[in-house]
RNA sequence: GGUCCCGUCGUCUAGCCUGGUCUAGGACGCAGGGUUUUCAUCCCUGUAACACGGGUUCAAAUCCCGUCGGGACCA
């Protein structure tokens, strides 16, 4: 059997976003799972909207992914000459002419077809035009564009997703492909790359279902070999339209700077319009690769879903060790202003991450969970230090009996059993273990809620969590509000 | 407006092709419970869907037709 070879061919007029990740996705994992190629196509032909960085977010964002592309990326403005000669070759073919029609012109037009209600598309006034007056025309510096002369027929492709998908082509009239012989327009390069690329499957959005008659015409017209198409499912935001800019920032960029990790985004998105037909949810690449298979996607779109996200996220956490862990949190504490670059502090981090593993959705979230790890001093209000229906003063008191305890543990035996030992012992003799250790816990952490208060002694040391105590004591002494 | 695509719990989906095992399964979420000083993890329980109408059939979520609804694209 041939080989299959796939393609991404996004545009650089903007920050990669979650939509085309799950398009790179399935090409990649379509590609892999038959042992094929997958390709990069960076469709820069609108000079305007197409920036460098742009194309640099794309490319990075694709890497940290780890969706791997073959070969050298292919850029369309470096292969302007090839569209050129091939526009060239359907101008002489007479499959394609120059158009002079203006904006109001076609308008009208436009406006007389609809108000008969028909389909409203171009008629082919300038299709009658000769060679000679089409070049004449030019020579007197007449604006035009370049029309592709479109068969009239019932058209039909079989997408690998939907089954057949009929057009017909009378509704089109002839279509745009180049706006001059330097500026091709995408229905037209696409072909042209597709075919010099040996594009044997073209995976993409259900969007370009209606480019797809055009784009078989156009093959038809340049003799190119037909290739396949398996139309994807769109992602919808929450009001089931497509996910878009104005949904707000879907890069994956955001989501790096959040601390989704990219098995966790990859995984989410195969599993948004695919599935392996089994109870299964987590998957690696390699995983989706082996299981990948393109008739099991689903028709409708899929609503993207950021708890969902959250959970396939934070199922990934659990699963890295804490001194990876350590690793990838260690920017985010950075950007709240925690952590210095300075290494010492990787064993403190490491602490930090080992008692919140559990606790965090995404890597960011470690930086207000755990910052009491850092932080010189603590803020927060009295009132949280108080169990229940507790007063100031039992508070005070039960602070000052874990103060008395802790103090006379030696060093040597800190650690979270001895410490659990020692406090659940006093902790048992009250009603309820809450009056020990609430307060305690609250003046090592000053959060209503967080990890346990040996967990939590064991890991900021003897020395700062007296310290802790003792300004909690103070606090109450002073009868201060905390800021 | 025209063309095309789609329609199972709130969400992602299994089941549909090859009708019966579907009083429709799983997951996320949510609610309740257990463990627990709190939060989280973990465990248990619950919640909730075949868009509607007709047809075919002994039997339809599954096949056919229509309606309605949603979306995409073009303008």
């Not at 035009?129 to 479109?150: A, H, P």
């Not at 089931?240 to 960029?253: A, C, E, F, I, P």
């Not at 990790?261 to 392996?276: D, H, T, V």
């Not at 009250?430 to 307060?439: A, V």
Request: proline residues 4%; contains cysteine; glycine residues 6%.
């Amino acid at each position: 059997m041939e080989e299959i070879r796939t393609r991404f061919a996004p545009s650089p007029t903007g920050p990669l976003h979650m939509g085309s990740v799950r398009t790179a996705l399935f090409n990649y994992l379509f590609a892999r799972n038959n042992g094929g190629k997958f390709y990069l196509r960076i469709e820069d032909t609108d000079k305007e909207r197409s920036l460098p960085k742009w194309e640099k977010d794309i490319l990075s964002s694709l890497q940290w992914l780890g969706l791997s592309w073959d070969e050298k990326t292919v850029r369309q403005s470096d292969r302007i000459s090839l569209y050129e000669k091939q526009l060239q070759l359907l101008l002489e073919q007479k499959k394609a002419y120059h158009c002079f029609c203006t904006r109001e012109e076609l308008d009208a037009q436009h406006q007389s077809l609809v108000s008969n209600g028909e389909a409203p598309r171009y008629l082919g006034t300038c299709r009658a035009l000769s060679q000679e007056e089409q070049q004449e025309k030019i020579q007197r510096g007449e604006k035009s564009v370049i029309r592709f002369i479109v068969e009239e027929k019932r058209l039909h492709f079989h997408d690998l997703i939907r089954g057949k998908v009929e057009f017909n082509t009378a509704l089109m009239g002839d279509i745009v492909i180049a706006k001059d012989l330097q500026t091709p327009l995408y229905n037209f390069v696409v072909v042209v790359d597709d075919h010099d690329m040996d594009i044997t499957h073209v995976v993409r959005g259900e969007d370009h279902i209606p480019n797809t008659p055009k784009q078989i015409l156009i093959q038809e017209a340049l003799g190119c070999k037909p290739v396949l198409y398996a139309h994807l499912p769109l992602i919808l935001a929450e009001d089931r339209t497509k996910l878009s800019k104005r949904h707000g920032d879907n890069s994956v960029t955001r989501f790096r700077k959040e601390g989704y990790l990219p098995e966790a985004i990859l995984n989410f998105l195969a599993l948004l319009g695919w599935n392996p037909g089994t109870d299964r949810e987590i998957f690696s690449l390699e995983e989706l690769v082996k299981e990948f298979s393109l008739e099991r996607i689903q028709k409708g779109g899929a609503m993207f879903n950021i708890q969902r996200l959250n959970w396939v996220n934070s199922s990934y956490i659990r699963q890295m060790s804490t001194p990876n862990l350590a690793k990838a949190c260690f920017p985010h504490l950075r950007e709240a202003g925690l952590v210095s670059d300075d290494i010492q502090n990787m064993e403190i981090v490491e602490k930090a991450v080992s008692l919140y593993k559990e606790r965090l959705q995404k890597l960011s979230d470690i930086s207000d969970l755990a910052d009491f790890f850092f932080l010189k001093k603590l803020t927060y209000q009295k009132e949280i230090l108080f169990w229940k229906e507790a007063s100031q003063d039992e508070t005070l008191y039960s602070l000052q009996k874990s103060f008395e305890l802790l103090s006379s543990l030696p060093e040597s035996s800190w650690n979270e059993e001895v410490l659990g030992d020692l406090m659940l012992k006093e902790a048992e003799k009250e009603k309820n273990r809450g009056y020990l250790l609430w307060p305690l816990r609250v003046a090592l952490t000053g959060k209503k809620a967080s990890a346990g208060p040996f967990e939590v002694a064991s890991a900021l040391g003897k020395e700062l969590t007296l310290q802790r105590i003792q300004e909690a004591v103070d606090m109450l002494q002073q009868g201060g509000e905390g800021e």
